[in-house]
């Protein structure tokens, strides 16, 4: 078997290996979320399969070596390998713990940090609430003084009203008392018109039958003188 393809096995694997602890590493810096993880380990996992087949190519290499002392070398560097690989998946059954423990942790905090906000946005709730009440008790106190004094002023209107309407009646009726006793001056006043002239009538009449008498007393006495 050609030495250069026990080298490129080789570097494979070394390659193989590098990657996996540094994926572990990064397992074990995982706070999550889940599905950050999962895909860590996805990756793992196909690191893991490409580096077993490296090794078990490179078991077979180790075997096929013409020279016992090649095939020996070969051999001890599979088990070496292989020992790497057990040391690499403990490594990675520990980081997974602590990632899951941590994501644990931060789900907890989480919930807590929810559970807090709940509570505040519940207790900010229920001041609104309380707010909001206070504020529609206010507005209708406010609509009730205000209907109150509404009634109040109809009140002193309607009696303003009744008194203007008194009022209205008492002057109608004064206007009506007046109007009778227009009517029975102007009665009076024509009856003493009337009664005027007939006095001033009669007192023509007595003045020229006095005339007339003073007339026929004058001409009978003067009569025989003539």
Request: glycine share 4%; charged share 30%.
């Amino acid at each position: 078997m050609d030495d250069v393809h026990v080298r490129i096995c080789e570097q494979e694997i070394i390659k193989y290996d590098l990657e996996i602890k540094a994926l572990v590493q990064d397992i074990s810096e995982c706070a999550g979320p889940q599905s950050e993880l999962t895909e860590l380990n996805c990756k793992v996992k196909e690191r893991f399969k490409h580096l077993r087949l490296r090794i078990q190519d490179l078991e077979q290499m180790g075997k096929e070596q013409d020279r016992e002392s090649d095939r020996l070398a070969l051999l001890r560097q599979v088990e070496g390998h292989r020992k790497q690989m057990l040391s690499n998946q403990t490594a990675w059954r520990k980081a997974n713990l602590a990632s899951n423990l941590a994501i644990d942790k931060m789900e907890k905090e989480n919930l807590l940090n929810v559970g807090g906000t709940e509570a505040k946005q519940r207790k900010l709730t229920k001041q609104s609430l309380a707010q909001t009440s206070s504020d529609i008790t206010e507005n209708l106190m406010s609509i009730s003084r205000m209907m109150s004094q509404q009634v109040k002023q109809s009140t002193e209107t309607m009696s303003t009203l009744a008194t203007s309407s008194r009022t209205v009646l008492e002057t109608n009726e004064e206007f009506k008392a007046m109007t009778g006793t227009i009517k029975l001056g102007r009665k009076l006043i024509t009856k003493y018109n009337r009664r005027e002239l007939t006095d001033k009538l009669l007192i023509f009449l007595a003045l020229a039958l006095f005339l007339a008498t003073v007339l026929y007393i004058l001409k009978k006495r003067l009569l025989p003188f003539l």
